[in-house]
């Protein structure tokens, strides 16, 4: 997968999730020049002004010639306005046009999960194929897909959303409004809801659960969607480590049993903490194209 041009000047990219948004300078080769992030929680309100501040500050020391997002979804296609589950206090904010009001400079919005699919592709462990997943399993859990080296955008531009796939029919309340959604049972908050404990505490057979779930999850969608490859990224996936992947490639392998996905590899991410930064900086690129 490819940017869709050589990128020639630095950008501004910024990743907003539901703990934290980090910003970061970009160079074309995909070094970070620069990382300087703050809490969303924390930020409470006034979180748009401190991600603005954080801009200000990189603008003020690196030359830049456009700004991409990564955003936690749902979202109008382009940015026009974001809704994250896992920031209440924006509903229906209209992130793009004011960053760039805020900020002066062309500005693409993309979903996280999805800018981290793009990252995947140019500078990660999908460097060699044309059909993968992308997952992050962290404090919410999210999803994309790159289907014949496209990422695929559905109607609106949210295509994707793997967290939402029902892995426990009737099971948990979902912050999406459904029950029984792997985010209900898999995602960071969903697990320290159910233990009364940090996730990175989780007992090795919370561990073992939740990577059967996210197992369950994508083993659904292999044998639809006829990909091979998923790319897991996240605190609580990397956070459990080799067992949590052992365990979710044999639950999906046992689930998608077509000829054509038995090989089905649920894998980490190949970008390390990176991959939202890169994937917002590609998105940033590609709006320039």
């Keep these: 997968m490819t940017v869709g041009h050589s990128p020639s000047a630095n950008c501004l990219a910024l990743d907003i999730g539901g703990t934290k948004a980090e910003a970061s300078v970009v160079s074309p080769t995909g070094e970070l020049l620069a990382r300087e992030r703050v809490s969303v929680a924390e930020a409470g309100h006034h979180l748009f002004d401190d991600i603005t501040s954080l801009l200000s500050s990189l603008q003020d020391r690196f030359s830049v010639e456009s700004l991409g997002v990564a955003c936690a979804g749902p979202m109008a296609r382009g940015g026009e306005w974001v809704s994250p589950l896992n920031i209440p206090q924006w509903r229906q904010f209209p992130l793009a046009a004011e960053l760039a009001r805020s900020t002066g400079l062309p500005t693409a919005v993309e979903g996280d999960v999805r800018a981290i699919a793009l990252a995947e592709g140019v500078f990660g462990a999908a460097t060699k194929l044309k059909n993968y997943a992308s997952l992050v399993v962290s404090t919410g859990v999210g999803g994309a897909l ?112 077509m000829h054509y996905s038995t090989s089905l590899v649920i894998a980490p991410s190949g970008l390390g903490d990176t991959g939202p930064l890169l994937g917002a900086a590609l998105v940033g690129w590609r709006g320039r194209s």
Aim: glycine share 16%; charged share 15%.
């Design 146 to 257: 790159v289907l014949d080296g496209r990422l695929l955008d559905g109607d609106s531009g949210n295509g994707g959303h793997l967290g939402h796939i029902n892995v426990v029919p009737d099971g948990r309340q979902c912050s999406c409004g459904a029950k029984g959604c792997l985010e209900a049972h898999a995602s960071g908050w969903a697990i320290a809801e159910q233990t009364g404990a940090s996730p990175a505490d989780a007992s090795p057979e919370v561990r073992h659960q939740t990577a059967v779930y996210v197992g369950r999850g994508l083993g659904t969608l292999a044998s639809v969607l006829d990909f091979n490859h998923c790319f897991v990224a996240g605190s609580v996936a990397l956070g459990y480590g080799d067992d949590f992947f052992t365990t979710a490639t044999t639950t999906a392998r046992s689930m998608a049993t």
